[in-house]
């Protein structure tokens, strides 16, 4: 199987997870693969595609990513097709007529071409051997993403209730997954769920301080390198584009008030590496799968923990380490409660509102980041310190917080425990505010007792004594703060109690320059061999990453691979890569290597 791998695929081992899937399809089992986005669905169909005799019918809704895949394919020396609304009558009889001769392996379709009658009658004239539904959450309407074409799906199993079904999504609840192996009727499935870390990815959260001097030094970071700035709204995401041109990057905006071509085109540039920066909305990143973007900022908070995963999950599918950068202020908090109340259904206001309030404690809180998602998520992280988010890279000293956390305490209890964090501190700051006031707490003995302590420092300090559980604080965006068993038995105990030091300004966390895990790469010659990798995607009008990604790149301007035998070895060079590009590939190799005298390595097989 790994020998499969190589040869056709080029990679040298299986992501976790795609064995087991692969040898559950190979034995004709019905599958459903929950993976994370970047973790390497796709090959789960297209490896067992090869083996098996006949046709695999991929279901995708993505039209935009059907092309990429097919090219994908075809650069691996694998006949792929796929058939949806942008290709003609003529050229999909074309289609049906080789796959029905078994010329083709795996043909994608677009959901709505099952309702069809006569492709109905060419899937019955065909020999299939697999389906795989991609994207299979689409079939649920507990899902983010029904779509009522996926219905059509129901059928298909009818009429092949011997073909194997694989279905694939990144969509992790239960009532999705539970949804899909019922609307599908799949046969006793196995189930294969990976975890939804992504180790690769190094998270941060910032404050949204002179947030655009920041973002011009992330961007000179990642020079060259493609990146996604997420804005609040389509006006800021122009806005954005421009200043960054003026200051000499390129970058584009992409937003769903721009005509469909106006879109295509600014998404095409981005995905042919010919504009580094997009800035866009949310609107932007479900039909792209580009492997090679390494930064994606959030330039205002996004609207839930769901959409912010999904969207930093678009940095580094390939595996290499890429960063996301996220910007908090109180004013973009207080920016989306505003928008928030607008909302006139209650259901719906309350259910934002509470998404809303999970990102914040989010942002707030100094628990690691990434255990923080991946709790959020149902999973078990096990490590205190993933050593790659910003509390987790920030050494911070701890104080003797006894004192301030009594005060904390008592006022929570003086004031009746149905306040949120601001009031506590207004009361403890000694504000003289109407409510406060009226409600008799300034005449509290906790009134004005603390002086030494910004409100910024006390809201950290309340964040931390909710993670530590001394205090209790409700859902939603009027959250009341109570204090807990533990905080109790504290206030009575009077032990000595430590905390994180609150930021007062905040430490930058420096992305670590060659990040841990990564090749030290020639950087000259990588930039040779993209230049290349480019001239080449261009003549075949195809992305870059389909030529070589940049994991074989690097990997090529390390080992400096001088010979054929040498350069076959190289991840992500299959047998028919080797013959089409090797010898313009090698050739660069040389030239450099004759120029600059440096040693080629090696390259280790595996
Ligand atoms: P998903 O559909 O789960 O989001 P993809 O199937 O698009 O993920 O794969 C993401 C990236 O990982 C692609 O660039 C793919 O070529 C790469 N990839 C998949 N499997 C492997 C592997 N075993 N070794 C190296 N790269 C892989
Ligand atoms: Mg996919
Ligand atoms: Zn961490």
Redesign the pocket.
């Known amino acids: 199987m790994e020998k499969l791998?190589k040869t056709h695929?080029g990679?040298?081992?299986?992501?976790p997870l795609?064995r087991k899937v692969i040898d559950d399809v190979l034995e004709g089992r019905d599958t459903l693969a929950v993976?994370?986005?970047?973790?390497?669905?796709?090959?789960c169909y297209q490896l067992p595609a090869l083996i098996f005799e006949g046709l695999t019918l991929v279901v995708s809704p993505l039209i935009s990513l059907m092309k990429d895949q097919v090219d994908?394919l075809r650069a691996n020396g694998i006949n792929a097709e796929f058939i949806n609304s942008s290709v003609s009558n003529s050229l999909i009889s074309e289609i049906m007529r080789s796959a029905v001769e078994g010329e083709i392996k795996i043909l994608y379709v677009a959901p709505e071409r099952l309702a069809v009658s006569s492709f109905q009658d060419f899937l019955r004239a065909v020999n299939l051997s697999l389906i795989a539904i991609?994207e299979a959450h689409c079939i649920s309407e507990w899902g983010h993403d029904f779509r009522p074409d996926y219905r059509n799906l129901k059928r298909l199993r009818r009429n092949f209730p011997y073909v194997p079904i694989i279905s694939?999504t990144?969509t992790a609840t239960a009532q999705v997954r539970k949804d899909i192996i019922k609307q599908l009727s799949l046969q006793r499935p196995s189930i294969s769920i990976s975890s939804f870390d992504r180790d690769n990815l190094s998270i941060f959260v910032r404050r949204k301080q002179n947030s655009f001097g920041k973002l011009l030094k992330l961007l000179q970071d990642h020079k060259n390198e493609a990146a996604i700035i997420y804005c609040f709204s389509r006006a800021e995401t122009e806005k954005m584009a421009v200043n960054l041109k003026k200051e000499g990057f390129n970058a584009i905006a992409y937003h769903g008030g721009m005509s469909a071509g106006a879109r295509r085109k600014n998404q095409d540039l981005f995905i042919k590496d010919k504009v580094n920066i997009i800035c866009a909305t949310i609107a932007f990143g479900m039909g792209i799968?580009k492997?090679d973007v390494r930064l994606v900022v959030h330039y205002t908070f996004p609207k839930s923990i769901e959409g912010y995963y999904q969207e930093i999950g678009r940095a580094g599918?390939?595996?290499l380490k890429s960063e996301c950068v996220l910007f908090y202020s109180l004013g973009d908090k207080h920016k989306y409660e505003y928008f928030n109340n607008e909302i006139e259904d209650a259901v719906e206001r309350r259910n934002a509102g509470l998404k809303i309030q999970n990102m914040i404690d989010f942002c707030e809180g100094n628990v690691c980041r990434r255990k923080t998602v991946l709790t959020y998520f149902g999973e078990n992280y096990a490590k205190d310190n993933c050593g790659n988010c910003d509390v987790c890279l920030c050494e911070r000293s701890t104080f003797d917080a006894t004192e301030i956390a009594q005060k904390i305490l008592s006022c929570v209890i003086r004031t009746g425990s149905r306040f949120g964090a601001k009031y506590i501190s207004d009361v403890l700051k000694g504000r003289k505010l109407k409510r406060i006031i009226e409600l008799g707490h300034s005449n509290l003995s906790v009134f004005g007792l603390v002086k030494d302590y910004s409100d910024d420092e006390l809201r950290q300090i309340i964040q931390q004594l909710v993670s530590a559980n001394y205090l209790i604080k409700t859902e939603g965006q009027y959250a009341q703060i109570s204090v807990s068993n533990l905080g109790n038995r504290f206030l009575k105990k009077k032990e000595s109690f430590f905390l994180l030091k609150p930021k007062e300004e905040e430490v930058e966390v420096k992305p670590l320059v060659t990040r841990k895990g990564d090749l030290e790469y020639d950087l000259d010659l990588f930039e040779l061999l993209r230049v290349e990798r480019r001239k080449i995607a261009d003549s075949k009008s195809v992305p870059p990453?389909i030529i070589f990604?940049d994991?074989s790149l690097r990997a090529m301007a390390y080992y400096y691979p001088t010979s054929l035998e040498e350069f076959a070895k190289i991840?992500g060079v299959g047998k028919q890569k080797l013959a089409r590009f090797g010898e313009v590939f090698v050739g660069i190799v040389k030239g450099f290597v004759d120029e600059t005298g440096v040693l080629p390595i090696e390259v280790p097989e595996k």
């Not at 990679?11 to 992501?15: H, L, P």
């Not at 993976?35 to 090959?43: D, E």
């Open positions: 791998l695929f990679f040298d081992r299986f992501r795609q993976m994370m986005t970047g973790g390497g669905k796709s090959l994908a991609d694939l990144a799968d492997p599918r390939d595996g990453f990604g994991v991840t």
